[in-house]
């Protein structure tokens, strides 16, 4: 899905000496856009990925090598005849804004869909309780959530949670032991459902090609919170269905310090509980 530290020659002289041309190109992050694989500068804020000779590439740590980045893809696509595949429509758009490689053909597939499960949905009297699902990263908005866990600790209406296989120091929200295996892929979905959570903050920073956690947090019932940055995120949320998009987090905050976020309760909402069906990725295009 990109050649970050690898030759786009030596890649086309391997698949060539196999006997091959054709194949299928991941759009799984924005590798083949620039170095900064999630294009935020300096890793700090979305870029959108600019023109190369831009003053914002010029001011990013990663804009002396986005250019030897973008030249090792241009030589990929011009010498192997590549479908390009993206998990989003968001993803595709902007890697079609960011680039001229001239696949053969660009599809979206998404790594996994939505079905009704008949299950009733949980319901429970008391706070509304907010998740956070996942590593405890600042490109997830960790940082963002633990601010509002910590400063409305001690007000009644609200609990927070820290889904995750290991807890993260320096908060007041409530871990809860969670780890995706083999045997249980399900597991977030499983414990949003156990916990009753009304909440699932998915505040990510970046542009998230597609987001395993927020589908997760909706099958579960979980209405999906989020920012406009995030990518799949955002075109996720931004069906009333699944969540809310905000413009900031002063918005979000304010959400909580006027009680307005309670209309995101199980309670207010009446959500649905979905399955989810995985896709099987490439070969599911590729021929029989």
Partial sequence: HQMLGHSSRDVVDIVRAAGMNAGYFWLHDMGSLCAGVHLMRNDVESCGAPPPQSAACGVCIYGAARSGQLREHELLFSRLDLTVIAPSQVALDTWREGSDFGAREALVLPHATLVPSGEPPPMRDGPLRIAFPGTPSIHKGW??????????????????????????????ARHHHVAVTVDQPLAMRQAMI???????????????????????????????????????????????????????????????????????????????????????????????
């Fill in 143 to 172: 940082p963002i959530f633990n601010h509002l866990a910590n400063r409305f600790a001690a007000d009644p209406r609200y609990e927070f949670f820290h889904l995750a296989s290991r807890p993260a120091s320096g908060t007041t």
């Fill in 194 to 288: 156990d916990l009753s959570i009304d909440v699932a903050l998915v505040w990510s920073l970046w542009l998230e090609t597609f987001c395993f956690v927020a589908y997760e947090a909706a099958a579960a019932g979980a209405a999906v919170v989020t920012s406009p940055e995030s990518g799949n995120v955002a075109a996720f949320a931004a069906d009333s269905e699944h969540g809310l998009v905000l413009p900031d987090e002063q918005a979000l905050e304010a959400l909580f310090e006027t009680g307005e976020i309670l209309q995101l309760s199980r309670s207010v909402r009446r959500p649905g509980l979905f399955d989810l069906k995985f896709s099987r990725l490439a070969a599911e295009l590729a021929p029989a």
